[in-house]
């Protein structure tokens, strides 16, 4: 089996999620493809020869031919994330290593109930989870709890939309933590017990459960969910890197 | 003290020296015993240095520098590496 080595991607295309994130649609020729869950490094060759190295999450389900999608949110301050969010153009090449992963990873053939909760743009490879299940016509039971900050913030929106209502058994709740939609019925805050417990599967069920997001999200939910009476060792846990 | 990434950012660096995903790998802590997936160690960078700790004590228990045309891989943290393989065809 060949270890893992740096090719090249190209930048086919690219498109802003929110105001601060964008999507690389990237050429990788050779690719092998890739399950959902799975992440690549990225690493970029200054002229002077310094190199930064960072991992992202998949956001595309793989398909024959297809190409590899990564969502960048900007991090201020972040030398990798604003160079792929702003400066990065069509045709430009960076360096890619993947796939990489085989533990935060989801298989269209396990039948378990899936339980997502993510933690702003950690909603990212729970994306490709769902693409994944969208694509092969899946029919396990899945909900997406997704905290964050403004609907204006919220990653995929459309396409969200439009899973929850052609894909059976994909329900989607969102928790604000700075500004609600008008009317919402709870005011914002961060994700707490109630809402883990009323929108999450009940642990009879045993979901498997992927959490992904800032350290002290995923700690916080990964602890409820524990508290709630999940078996830790079907909790799945993903903080995000290559935010910088 | 908290880390930025954990256990899955190291999947590529040990994917360029291991055949299989070691993401998965159960390891078992040498301070307090606690056996998690490798996935799930708190990482401290940046690379080309990467420190992993144990999500329960915070204690050492791997460590991954990378030299042009080599990698320090120091495991002296951990009692145990429980890797699994594809099963037998």
Redesign the interface.
């Known amino acids: 089996m060949a270890r893992l080595t740096w090719r090249a991607a190209t930048v086919a295309e690219a498109r802003w999620e929110t105001a601060s994130a964008r999507t690389l649609v990237l050429d990788v020729p050779g690719w092998p493809g890739h399950l959902a869950g799975q992440h690549v490094d990225v690493r970029l060759t200054a002229p002077d020869g310094y190199q930064a190295q960072r991992s992202y999450s998949i956001a595309s389900s793989w398909r024959e031919g297809g190409r590899v999608e990564l969502t960048v949110q900007r991090v201020e301050d972040g030398e990798v994330s604003s160079y792929l969010a702003d400066v990065l153009e069509t045709s430009q090449q960076v360096e890619l290593r993947g796939p990489v992963g085989g533990w935060f990873v989801w298989r269209p053939a396990s039948t378990a109930p899936v339980l997502l909760v993510a933690g702003g743009s950690g909603v990212v490879p729970l994306m490709a989870m769902i693409r994944a299940r969208g694509d092969v016509r899946g029919r396990q039971p899945f909900r997406l709890i997704y905290s964050v900050r403004t609907p204006e913030d919220v990653l995929y929106a459309d396409e969200l939309r439009r899973h929850v209502r052609d894909d059976p058994g994909l329900d989607v709740h969102f928790v604000y933590t700075r500004k609600a939609p008008e009317g919402w019925r709870e005011p914002p805050g961060r994700i707490g017990v109630a809402t883990l417990n009323s929108h999450g599967w009940p642990p009879d069920f045993a979901p498997d459960v992927y959490v992904c997001g800032p350290t002290a999200f995923v700690e916080t939910a990964a602890d409820i969910l524990v508290a709630l009476g999940h078996d830790s060792r079907k909790i799945r846990t993903e903080r995000f890197g290559g935010t910088a | 003290m ?5 256990g ?2 190291l ?3 040990l ?3 291991f ?3 070691l ?2 790998a159960a390891v078992t802590c040498g301070g307090c015993k606690t056996v998690s ?4 160690l ?2 401290w960078g ?2 080309p240095g990467l420190v992993a700790r144990c999500p329960e004590c915070e204690d050492v228990v791997l460590r991954l520098v990378r030299a042009p045309g080599q990698a320090w891989l120091d495991l002296r943290g951990a009692v145990s590496v429980r890797i699994p393989l594809p099963a037998p065809e």
Request: proline residues 4%; negative net charge.
């Open positions: 908290s880390s930025e990434v954990d899955n950012a999947g590529g660096d994917a360029e020296i055949a299989v995903d993401t998965g997936a490798v996935a799930a708190l990482v940046p690379a």
